[in-house]
């Protein structure tokens, strides 16, 4: 259930806290023409799963995945919003087993090189680094590197334009999520303009 094949070449992870699933849809269309085409929705807010079954589909080119999944019987509601990925902060015995229940490739969560280890024992290549910051940052990251060789990681937490190319250039980092591409505000004012200027801009850091 690693979800390294299904996220290759997209290097940045739009991370959103959905407020109302009404922006759902012009929320995924601006990103996608911005050029991003993975987008997280976390389940923080009670029209999570609605406004990813909306862009599941009405906006059917982006790959939508539900983030913060943290009790194994969520896995049935995201697969059936149809959720294409699922990413947690952190990981558990029974959340591993709901994933392959679902057949739902899956980014867990890991602070730790003993939970990493766990984590790559289970068949993660990829995982979730979580609060990437305040854990360690690329310093940590880079430590783990020389002796976990194989892990590859999504770094989310105080990732920002300014510091995610850094992260990017890293060996071990496949991607970075990123929360500050589609802020609160501009999803309250319906500012889709906004938003894909943001990830457009997010995508010229690729360049």
Request: glycine residues 10%.
């Amino acid at each position: 259930m690693d979800a390294s094949k299904l996220l290759v070449g997209s290097k940045i992870v739009p991370v959103v806290v959905l407020a109302n699933a009404d922006v759902a849809v012009p929320l995924a269309e601006a990103l996608l023409e911005a050029g991003l085409g993975v987008i997280e929705v976390t389940l923080r807010t009670d029209d999570a799963l609605e406004g990813i079954e909306q862009i599941a589909k009405s906006v059917p080119d982006m790959v939508v995945g539900a983030g913060s999944v943290r009790r194994p019987e969520q896995f049935a509601d995201i697969a059936a919003a149809g959720a294409r990925f699922a990413v947690s902060p952190g990981s558990s015995s029974r959340l591993l087993a709901a994933a392959a229940d679902h057949e739902m490739p899956f980014i867990p969560g890991a602070a730790t090189p003993s939970e990493m280890i766990a984590l790559f024992e289970q068949g993660y290549q990829l995982q979730k680094f979580f609060p990437a910051e305040l854990a360690g940052g690329r310093p940590f990251l880079k430590a783990v590197g020389a002796p976990l060789p194989e892990i590859r990681f999504m770094p989310t937490g105080g990732v920002t334009p300014m510091n995610a190319m850094d992260y990017l250039n890293m060996s071990n980092v496949a991607c970075v999520g990123g929360s500050w591409i589609t802020p609160l505000e501009l999803q309250a004012k319906g500012d889709f303009d906004a938003i894909r200027q943001i990830g457009s801009d997010a995508v010229s850091l690729l360049v």
